[in-house]
């Protein structure tokens, strides 16, 4: 086993791997910068090192200063997290240049399935489903629109090395196509350093549906069941639950069948997500995969009672899986309520500032991630999550009614939450009833209340 790992991220990811590591008996290094002296990370962990100023770039971002506190810790590995480096494959490759254990694939696999045009290609060879486009390099706005003609609109125009919702637009007609070629190639090359695209058939109102894969150096892949991921706003995930409302047993099977082939397919190691988009009709596409622990990682574990991050890092430290795929059994619902610093009033602005007052709900089946605490600064330089709610329940039901009356209790004073809206979507009929799809929050509650 790993004996010190240093944890190349902030906030509640990074308590989330202390904590599993301070089960392990693995020693901790938290890196921060000059705006998170005062974080909760930095006091839960072993030692603590600041790595840069308050922006991004110069300290979470920052490869050089990280591996320089990694080496000069005397840490064996680093865990990046999510977000920031963590499917960065120059910072995994040079991880493995410096002898430092990266948590995670081999930085060729992060390559590989960052490119999402590359990563259609290998999925196609492997008999994976992917969703109709164009996988070829795309040199011009015209040789696009030629593309997308034949196709046939309305086509996505996606970042070929994007994640997170960025560098995507959606075109539903010739007249528009241009723009948002233009606009794609611009927000790729601002978030990504990388304008490419790629091209493919924009599947109208589909589910978005993810499988959890954990891999062992040894050859075995299981899959921890799936996770419904639809209500989203601006492609940025907001309420999650496992298992979808939407699979019966056959899909189910088939699709974590698929999916567990698809991580073969690469060689997979680690723990990573497939993600597919799945119609009406109930045809399952791939869409990509993340290299990565998700931020939704914790409904998985509530409905298999597997430790995700326990077993990234026995992974990491040469251990074979101590599950096969027949020992997984999915038990009752989950449901993840993503806790935002945010005016949802004001166009879902960020709301950063000091937490004057705080409680945190607790009782039977519910869960927090984060941390903040009474007297904390939320800093502005970062992203608005700031803290994640999980209920769970025998029946979805008593996961709603738990996940209402949790939000009920969770008061934090001093900045603006996303709380409420939270509970537009928990008392929307369409979602008790599990009618719901990715264009959900779009149509029926965002426009409503514009």
């Not at 921060?32 to 979470?60: F, I, N, R, W």
């Not at 960052?114 to 969703?131: F, L």
């Not at 539903?172 to 091209?199: P, Q, T, V, W």
């Amino acid at each position: 086993m790993l004996k010190k790992i240093l944890i190349a991220n902030r906030g509640e990811i990074a308590v989330r791997i202390i904590r599993a590591c301070r089960e392990l008996g693995i020693s901790t290094v938290a890196i921060y910068s000059e705006a998170d002296k005062y974080a909760l990370h930095t006091q839960m962990a072993d030692e603590a090192v600041c790595v840069g100023g308050p922006q991004s770039k110069d300290s979470y971002l920052n490869m050089t200063n990280i591996l320089s506190a990694c080496v000069l810790t005397g840490c064996e590995g680093i865990h990046p997290g999510f977000g920031f480096l963590s499917e960065n494959p120059k910072f995994a490759k040079m991880c493995e240049e410096c002898n430092i254990k990266y948590i995670g694939p081999d930085y060729k696999i992060i390559e590989l399935m960052g490119n999402k045009a590359k990563a259609r290609e290998v999925m196609k060879k492997a008999n994976v489903p992917v969703v109709p486009g164009y996988e070829g390099e795309i040199t011009s706005v015209s040789q696009a629109l030629e593309i997308a003609k034949e196709i046939g609109f309305p086509v996505m125009i996606k970042a070929a090395a994007g994640g997170g919702g960025k560098g995507i637009r959606i075109v539903n007609e010739e007249g528009e196509f241009e723009h948002n070629y233009n606009a794609a190639k611009l927000e790729s090359k601002a978030c990504f350093s990388d304008d490419r695209i790629y091209i493919e058939k924009f599947i109208q109102k589909p589910r978005h549906i993810e499988f959890q894969i954990l891999a062992d150096e040894y050859g075995n892949t299981i899959h921890l069941g799936e996770r419904e991921c639809s209500l989203q706003r601006n492609n940025q995930k907001v309420l999650e639950e496992a298992p979808s409302t939407f699979l019966n047993p056959k899909l189910r099977e088939k699709m974590g069948e698929v999916a567990k082939c698809a991580a073969k397919a690469v060689n997979y190691k680690n723990a990573g997500t497939i993600e597919f988009l799945v119609d009406k009709d109930c045809n399952f596409y791939f869409m990509e995969m993340n290299t990565r622990i998700q931020v939704e990682h914790p409904i998985t574990e509530m409905v298999t009672g597997v430790d995700i991050v326990k077993e990234q890092l026995k992974i990491a430290s040469g251990k074979k899986l101590d599950l096969i795929q027949d020992d997984i059994c999915i038990s009752g619902n989950a449901i993840e309520c993503r806790i935002n610093a945010e005016d949802t009033d004001n166009n879902f602005r960020p709301s950063p500032g000091l937490i004057k007052e705080l409680y945190i709900p607790s009782g039977p089946g519910v869960r927090v991630d984060s941390a903040i605490y009474s007297g904390y600064e939320i800093p502005p330089y970062y992203d608005s999550m700031i803290g994640k709610m999980i209920t769970y329940g025998a029946t979805r039901d008593e996961a709603i009614i738990k996940m209402k009356r949790a939000l009920g209790e969770f008061a934090i004073g001093g900045v603006k939450t996303n709380i409420d809206f939270q509970y537009s979507i928990l008392n929307n009929i369409d979602f008790v009833k599990g009618n719901y799809d990715t264009s959900f929050i779009a149509e029926k509650l965002v426009r409503n209340n514009a």
